[in-house]
């Protein structure tokens, strides 16, 4: 990789933002839009409730029975730029976050799938409750996040994607 290149996440390497704006603990906003922000090692961007678990409500929606595989990739792609995320510290997501990497089972995301606000709820409760006990300076920040993620519409976001990649 070349350097001030960053991996998407997706295979594609894309040019890191030259300087700041650096991402700060619970910031939130769409992946797309945190995206353009630097993350140091620091900070990760979580999804919330998971991508996989958005993507296969998505999928498995009636409206999708018929889409072609280029349709139900940009729905997947769509649905990962204009969901919810939250900056949250690099050890908290990797070590205690419910759906990062292989904690995200296949079952967990079926589960999650058939209700988007109760998984972020799950979510965003676990993440919590690791920054109050940990007496976290990001704990607020991320209490004003999770509001805001609360109160995000699933499924309106879900079928506006579908909307725009069957058109």
């Given at each position: 990789?070349?350097?001030g290149q960053?991996n998407?996440g997706?295979?594609?390497?894309?040019?890191?933002?030259?300087?700041p704006?650096?991402?700060?603990?619970g910031?939130?906003?769409?992946y797309?839009?945190?995206?353009e922000?630097?993350?140091r090692?620091?900070?990760?961007?979580d999804?919330?409730?998971?991508h996989?678990?958005?993507?296969?409500?998505a999928q498995?929606?009636?409206?999708?029975?018929?889409?072609?595989?280029?349709?139900r990739?940009?729905v997947?792609?769509r649905?990962?730029a204009?969901?919810?995320t939250i900056?949250?510290?690099?050890?908290?997501?990797r070590?205690?976050?419910?759906?990062?990497?292989?904690?995200?089972?296949?079952n967990?995301?079926?589960t999650d799938s058939k209700?988007?606000?109760?998984?972020?709820?799950?979510?965003?409760?676990?993440i919590?409750?690791?920054?109050d006990?940990?007496n976290?300076?990001?704990?607020a920040?991320?209490r004003a996040?999770?509001?805001?993620?609360?109160?995000?519409?699933?499924?309106k976001l879900?079928?506006?994607?579908?909307?725009?990649?069957?058109?």
């Amino acid at each position: 990789m070349v350097k001030g290149q960053t991996n998407s996440g997706t295979g594609k390497t894309k040019q890191a933002p030259l300087k700041p704006p650096w991402l700060k603990c619970g910031e939130v906003g769409t992946y797309s839009k945190l995206n353009e922000k630097r993350a140091r090692r620091k900070f990760e961007r979580d999804h919330v409730p998971s991508h996989a678990a958005m993507n296969k409500a998505a999928q498995s929606s009636s409206r999708m029975r018929d889409a072609s595989d280029v349709e139900r990739a940009c729905v997947k792609s769509r649905l990962k730029a204009r969901a919810l995320t939250i900056s949250i510290p690099r050890t908290l997501h990797r070590g205690h976050s419910r759906t990062c990497g292989s904690r995200n089972t296949k079952n967990q995301i079926k589960t999650d799938s058939k209700d988007l606000d109760s998984a972020a709820n799950r979510d965003l409760g676990r993440i919590q409750r690791r920054l109050d006990s940990t007496n976290s300076p990001c704990a607020a920040a991320y209490r004003a996040a999770a509001k805001k993620v609360r109160a995000q519409n699933h499924k309106k976001l879900i079928n506006d994607v579908i909307d725009e990649c069957l058109a």
